[in-house]
């Protein structure tokens, strides 16, 4: 591209090409560094600043989705009473998993991780974020589609869980089912659909993780070079 290509709505990408064995050990660190996060569900009350939570937020923001319409709303609460109300709705809905509908097969692969449906982390962890997924958007007063809005709200997990690891803190995916009570309690709109609960804060003092191995590379990927 040479000057007179100008398009109104572009700037130039800013990009600065790093030297091969640079990438390397930056690829290798990152990996080592993500290599090394854990889900636990033992959360210390702790209390961590709310800029960092922010810049929790901010980070997977910077997701990209479908036609740039980032369409989450990432909800952060610390208030107490707002957290035992969550848990209470989240241990009666999983009550009910565990003991009536939760089937054989998901009951075997749940097993080995020791969840049932006591939530501690809901009310012992300083932030509980809720990861909303907008299926609409708002046009000329009106509601108008998104697009893709599950990967978009995927990656932008991705990225929240990677920021918080990558800060020095721990957090969940916790998937209350059904979790239609957070859209009720914390009063957002019929588009909005609650898609994940994210504790954060520092792991407990003696926090345990299921002795766990993750796939090799031959088993997560298959190459055609
Ligand atoms: N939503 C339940 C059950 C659960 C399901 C899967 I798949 C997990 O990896 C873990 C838990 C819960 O949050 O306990």
């Given at each position: 591209m040479g000057d007179g290509d100008e398009e109104p709505g572009f700037v130039p990408l800013e990009f600065s090409e790093i030297r091969e064995e640079e990438m390397l050990s930056r690829a290798r660190s990152f990996y080592e560094q993500m290599d090394g996060r854990r889900t636990t569900r033992h959360f210390s009350d702790r209390e961590v600043p709310r800029e960092l939570i922010e810049l929790a937020i901010r980070t997977a923001s910077t997701a990209p989705s479908g036609a740039h319409l980032q369409p989450w709303t990432f909800v952060a609460i610390s208030n107490s009473d707002l957290k035992a109300r969550i848990r209470k709705e989240a241990e009666a809905e999983e009550r009910r998993f565990y003991e009536?509908?939760?089937p054989e097969e998901w009951e075997e692969v749940l097993a080995p991780l020791g969840?049932?449906?006591?939530?501690?982390h809901i009310t012992d962890a300083p932030w509980v974020v809720v990861l909303f997924r907008q299926t609409k958007r708002e046009r000329e007063g009106k509601l108008a589609p998104t697009y893709y809005s599950q990967e978009s709200c995927g990656i932008a997990a991705g990225l929240f869980i990677s920021a918080v690891h990558n800060m020095g803190l721990a957090t969940l995916p916790h998937?209350?089912?059904?979790?239609?009570?957070l859209r009720d309690i914390l009063e957002r709109p019929a588009h909005e659909h609650a898609m994940l609960l994210l504790p954060v804060g520092y792991p407990a003092d003696g926090a345990r993780v299921p002795d766990l191995r993750r796939k090799g590379i031959g088993e997560v990927s298959d190459f055609r070079d």
């Open positions: 009536e509908r939760i969840t049932d449906h006591v939530k501690e998937t209350p089912s059904p979790m239609g009570f």
